[in-house]
């Protein structure tokens, strides 16, 4: 799996229409590592390694951005709606504790 780490994948309609409110969902592939604590509640010494924040733009503007914690589970999937007001790319990225930066996009085609 650690060859895969980063790997996205992003999920749009196959056309829309101006003014429509359209679903975007997206998976990454990453181990998003909890921190583990001893039997006296001390945190165990790791490297510990999850997604932080998810920043998600259309047309190169800011439409959802996500702060993470440590609790969310191994390969997350995040979906978030937008208007649709002209053909173009989403970008999503992610970013984790160890400094790793992960983007990809679709394009939102009209029809």
């Not at 733009?57 to 969310?72: I, M, R």
């Amino acid at each position: 799996m650690a060859g895969d780490i980063g790997k996205i994948r992003i999920r749009v309609p196959s056309s829309a229409k101006a003014g429509d409110v359209i679903r975007v969902r997206c998976l990454v592939i990453h181990p998003m590592e909890r921190i583990e604590r001893d039997a006296q509640g001390k945190i165990v010494d790791r490297n510990y390694n999850y997604i932080t924040r998810v920043t998600a733009t259309y047309l190169g503007k800011p439409v959802a951005v996500f702060d993470l914690t440590q609790s969310v589970s191994e390969n997350p999937a995040f979906s978030f709606a937008l208007k649709a007001t002209a053909p173009g790319p989403v970008t999503v990225t992610f970013v984790d504790t160890h400094g790793g930066k992960y983007e990809s996009r679709a394009d939102i085609a009209f029809a």
